[in-house]
């Protein structure tokens, strides 16, 4: 998910290198049916993109800290699903 937003608008060839290189640095985690559930939550309550729900979601179900620009999010708390 995070190469996809990361990777997905137009750059210079070193600013991708530099990119890639940062990214592999990240551990990939799977999409599973805890994150699902929770991402259903979180952009139904929230109102949020698709991959902005499975990427806080993804945090959120692995303790993980969240870094983003979008508002919707500072730090919600898991939601039942």
Known sequence: ????EVLGFQMLSDQ????E??????????ID????DTAISLRSTLKIKVM???????ALNHNLPLI???????RPSPASP
Not at 16 to 19: G, T
Not at 52 to 58: Q, R
């Open 1 to 4: 998910m995070i190469w996809l």
């Open 52 to 58: 902005d729900a499975l990427i806080a979601s993804t």
């Open 33 to 36: 049916d805890l994150v699902i």
């Open 21 to 30: 290189r940062m990214l592999e640095l990240f551990t990939e985690l799977p």
């Open 16 to 19: 991708r290198s530099r990119s």
């Open 68 to 74: 983003t620009t979008t508002a919707a999010i500072s």
